[in-house]
């Protein structure tokens, strides 16, 4: 199965103690599946600082996703809950270790799409660096792009 979906991403960080900081994207990009693993990939933008590149959620079962970045940065992150995963994060010009650990990975996925939710702690050259997320909504484009939530200011 390979499909056209909308992808809806929030990534949060929080360092130290300070309040935590999210990012939104909303974009198209494609979901495969086969055998209970799904990956879902899209192009990132400028928006996002890595233009050029692709990246992949790769859910490989419900306790074990890999994130991989192609193009002008490369990068591979394994996220399995309570275990640690190091690697070097290439950023075109040199690369850092970095250290990911996942607490938390819930996966509700589907042929029609459904959610990935991430949270995990990134360490950086083995020093403590930040508190993340990543919630993830795919929706099928047959079903159309969903409206946002309306907030209130």
Same mark, same amino acid.
């Given at each position: *199965?390979?499909? $056209? ?8 960080? %929080?360092?130290?103690?300070?309040? $935590? ?7 198209q990009g494609t979901m495969t599946g086969r055998n209970g693993?799904?990956? =879902? ?9 890595? %233009? ?8 490989? #079962? ?14 591979? *992150?394994?996220?399995?809950?309570? =275990? ?27 042929? #029609?799409?459904?959610r990935l939710h991430i949270d995990y702690t990134v360490e950086?050259?083995?020093? *403590?660096?930040?508190? #993340?997320?990543?919630?993830?909504? =795919?929706? $099928?484009?047959e079903e159309g792009i969903p409206c946002e939530e309306p907030?209130?200011?």
């Amino acid at each position: *199965m390979k499909r $056209p979906v909308f992808i809806s991403l929030k990534g949060t960080q %929080a360092y130290g103690r300070e309040e $935590p900081e999210s990012i939104e994207l909303l974009t198209q990009g494609t979901m495969t599946g086969r055998n209970g693993k799904y990956a =879902i990939s899209y192009e990132e933008t400028e928006l996002t600082g890595n %233009a050029g590149v692709t990246t992949t959620f790769l859910i490989l #079962n419900p306790s074990r996703v890999v994130l991989t970045r192609e193009g002008a940065v490369r990068s591979r *992150m394994v996220f399995a809950e309570g =275990i640690k995963d190091e690697s070097f994060y290439d950023l075109g010009f040199g690369s850092l270790l970095i250290g990911i650990c996942a607490q938390k990975i819930e996966v509700e996925l589907g042929e #029609n799409g459904g959610r990935l939710h991430i949270d995990y702690t990134v360490e950086i050259e083995q020093s *403590m660096s930040s508190r #993340n997320s990543y919630e993830i909504t =795919i929706t $099928p484009l047959e079903e159309g792009i969903p409206c946002e939530e309306p907030t209130e200011k």
